[in-house]
């Protein structure tokens, strides 16, 4: 018997793929022989190419070409490939009231908002940086009401179901304005004439997809349930930024819809078409293997959905009539629905305590507001969401999250906490935790020192300045400050100040009940790790190994603990620098 594994896993976990790892070596201890490699895909840093590399690679090991040629053959012959089609109106008796009501005295394509018993009301949205502005620059502190059942600890997360802006939405669906007017008036009477308010009537009608195969009629299969309006499904349900998953599959798509175009085309449609398949190339190599960097590159021209319609929508999304007697568009809004993910929820270190008020929780947003390599604008559709709450008016969709990011258990512990950034989230909760332990009547009068270590670009971006002066005053914590960017001061990050800090760090480290805290980018944690790593040799006479172990040991005890975004790789850079160097050594020779 021969075996392939593709472990699925995530380096921000420790055990990276342990299950795939050891799968593979019990089929192996059974009998079992590998015709590939273990294949590790990492989920922080996009599984999807991965997964469909190991896909195509496993259909050309097992599968001879000349029969895969054969099943096409077969299949073109006996088939035809799925079509997808809306079928509009009062599809089911099941469809939500709420959702198809229509008041022509409000504005006809209105903001979807949730039902009270599925949200939670925002009660406070302040700025936190000096001159802060959405638009550009932006960390917002946020507040929301909790009903009595719902309760967290510090270290929780926050996982909120965000809204898509009504500007991604509206600019969505003007690239299929025509079919939607079409529909509108093919559906019956409808109080509106003009073309803006009949597309506007449109999407607020429930819907449901059919996918028609061999003359068989079937629901098709959606991440949301329908019926739905088509309002609710681009606000809530439908992801409209773009994976590496949905590259492909889109390319894959838009190049078999070229196939049905017209001989003849505009020059215009006729260089986006070249552009087009000059995409596909860029993303796939001549064996169809997805590229990473052409789809990051991709991505970079078009990282959501409507930028990329928007400048094919004439070839595209448009009747092409007028150049042949091509009637129907190459793409349907059907099939763009059926190819785009559900828009999933985000995860936010809760930065309150319940000590404070059980009834509230409030987390801190860095609003993502910035352009990619190509030049193109991007904005982080949930931190743009949840930063223009109108506090006491609006309600947010989410749910806590409980985590294995917890504090010292005993006041008499050495802290060691560092957070860059919106990393201070946690340590914000965690400190509060700590004043009221440091307040409580009858106390320990053993207080273990808390060292926060802190980054930002300039004192106007420090987070929560007075809160943290006055914890620094009352002794609950000792803080250390990074600036980056102040004018007339030499640039300083949190990794620097360990250095600095190195002897007592050192010292800290040694002593068998500190606790290390770091929250933020993997980038800064991994800066932080060396740093703790040379503390370590320098002031405590370890080698690299033996220091790595000590931390690998802090770990195992739950006192070395992250809550990180990106990829984590230092607790095993000792090893891989070893094989790398084994590795170039053996292609030299």
């Known amino acids: 018997t021969k075996i392939a594994v593709l472990a699925l896993g995530s380096t921000l976990y420790p055990d ?15 009998g079992g022989q590998k015709f590939v490699q273990i294949t590790k895909a990492d989920d922080a840093t996009d599984s999807e190419p991965t997964v469909a590399n190991w896909l195509h690679l496993i259909k050309r090991l097992v599968m001879p070409s000349h029969i895969e040629a054969q099943l096409k053959l077969q299949a073109g012959t006996n088939s035809d490939p799925i079509e997808y089609k809306i079928r509009w109106g009062n599809v089911s008796n099941s469809v939500d009231e709420n959702s198809i009501e229509v008041d022509n005295s409000k504005d006809p394509f209105p903001r979807f908002e949730w039902s009270d018993e599925e949200s939670f009301l925002c009660v406070r949205n302040d700025e936190l940086i000096s001159n802060g502005d959405i638009e550009s620059r932006s960390t917002r502190f946020i507040t929301f009401a909790l009903p009595n059942q719902m309760t967290y600890e510090s270290g929780d997360h926050l996982a909120v179901h965000p809204l898509n802006s009504l500007d991604m939405v509206r600019r969505f669906v003007g690239c299929f304005t025509e079919e939607l007017k079409e529909s509108a008036l093919r559906g019956g009477p409808c109080p509106f004439s ?114 990329f319609l928007e400048e094919f929508c004439a070839l595209l999304c448009s009747k092409l009539e007028n150049e042949n007697t091509h009637q129907n568009p190459l793409l349907s809004l059907a099939q763009m629905i059926m190819l785009l993910p559900r828009l999933q ?57 409980k985590s294995s990011f917890r504090g010292p258990t005993k006041l008499s512990s050495p802290v060691i906490m560092i957070g860059a950034g919106t990393g201070l989230a946690p340590m914000m909760g965690f400190l509060s935790d700590r004043e009221h332990e440091m307040n409580a009547p009858g106390g320990s009068g053993v207080i273990g020192g808390c060292h926060l270590f802190f980054g930002c670009r300039t004192e106007e971006e420090r987070l929560y300045p007075s809160t943290i002066d ?83 040991f802090m770990r195992s005890q739950g006192r070395w603990q992250y809550d990180l975004w990106g990829i984590i790789s230092h607790f095993n850079d000792a090893k891989r620098d070893v094989r790398k160097k084994k590795q170039a050594t053996a292609k030299t020779w």
């Open 470 to 552: 006055h914890w620094e005053q009352t002794q609950v914590l000792k803080h250390h400050l990074a600036l980056s960017r102040e004018p007339n001061s030499p640039k300083t990050y949190v990794q620097d100040l360990l250095d600095r800090f190195g002897a007592e760090l050192c010292q800290l480290l040694m002593q068998s009940d500190t606790h290390y805290y770091i929250c933020g980018d993997s980038k800064v944690a991994d800066y932080c790790f060396e740093s703790c790593v040379n503390a370590l040799r320098k002031h405590g006479k370890m080698s690299r190994v033996s220091a790595v172990q000590h931390i690998k």
């Open 194 to 307: 003009e073309s803006s308010a009949l597309v506007a009537w449109q999407l607020r009608q429930p819907f449901a997809i059919d996918a028609i195969e061999d003359g068989n009629v079937l629901p098709a299969q959606l991440p949301f349930n329908t019926p739905t309006t088509l309002s609710k499904a681009l606000q809530a349900h439908i992801d409209l930024s773009l994976r590496s998953g949905s590259v492909t599959d889109l390319l894959t798509l838009v190049c078999e819809s070229l196939e049905k175009a017209p001989e003849k085309l505009s020059t215009a449609n006729q260089e986006k078409k070249k552009k087009i398949l000059n995409l596909h190339c860029q993303v796939f190599d001549k064996s169809n293997i997805t590229s990473k960097a052409g789809v990051e590159s991709f991505i970079s021209q078009y990282p959501t959905i409507v930028d």
């Open 16 to 30: 990276f793929c342990r299950a795939g790892i050891q799968l593979e070596q019990k089929l192996s201890k059974a």
């Open 345 to 401: 929820t985000r995860y936010y270190s809760i930065s309150s305590s319940p000590k404070d008020d059980p009834s509230k929780v409030s987390i801190t947003v860095g609003v993502l507001n910035t352009k990619t390599s190509a030049g193109v604008r991007l904005s982080g559709v949930c931190s743009n969401y949840i930063a223009r709450l109108r506090p006491m008016k609006d309600r947010v969709r989410f749910s806590i999250r």
